[in-house]
């Protein structure tokens, strides 16, 4: 069965630095391009972050790029976004997400992606 299981979200104040996981099993990680996308109260889920397969290609959306960064580790089936100088509008939920046949999520339908992880909270507080 196909797993994607975030982690490393929590409460940090303004200016601090976080490093979300998620680890995926039941697909063959190497061949998607995995994502990072984030929702808060009363918005819609928004485009935060993705990798193709091998990181040839990174997309970033204008409001972290900068701050945050993208990898993945295909021999350990994960990605990671090391979030830094996090500002309370950082706040959301955050979810991983893959899907294949295209090297970036930025401008895909949401409702177009495979998989999805169920989230972590990430809370930045001034």
């Known amino acids: 069965q196909e797993q994607l299981v975030e982690s490393g979200g929590g409460l940090v104040q303004a200016g601090a630095s976080l490093r979300l996981s998620c680890e995926t099993s039941g697909i063959t990680f190497s061949i998607y391009t995995m994502g990072w996308f984030r929702q808060a109260p009363g918005k819609e889920r928004e485009f935060v972050a993705s990798i193709s397969s091998y990181g040839v290609t990174i997309d970033y959306a204008d409001s972290v790029k900068g701050r945050f960064t993208i990898s993945r580790d295909n021999a350990r089936n994960t990605v990671y976004l090391q979030m830094s100088s996090l500002k309370p509008e950082d706040t959301a939920v955050y979810y991983c997400?893959?899907?294949?046949?295209?090297?970036?999520?930025?401008?895909?339908?949401?409702?177009?992606?495979?998989?999805w992880g169920k989230g972590t909270q990430v809370t930045v507080f001034s």
């Open positions: 997400a893959a899907d294949r046949g295209r090297s970036s999520l930025k401008n895909w339908p949401r409702n177009g992606i495979t998989y």
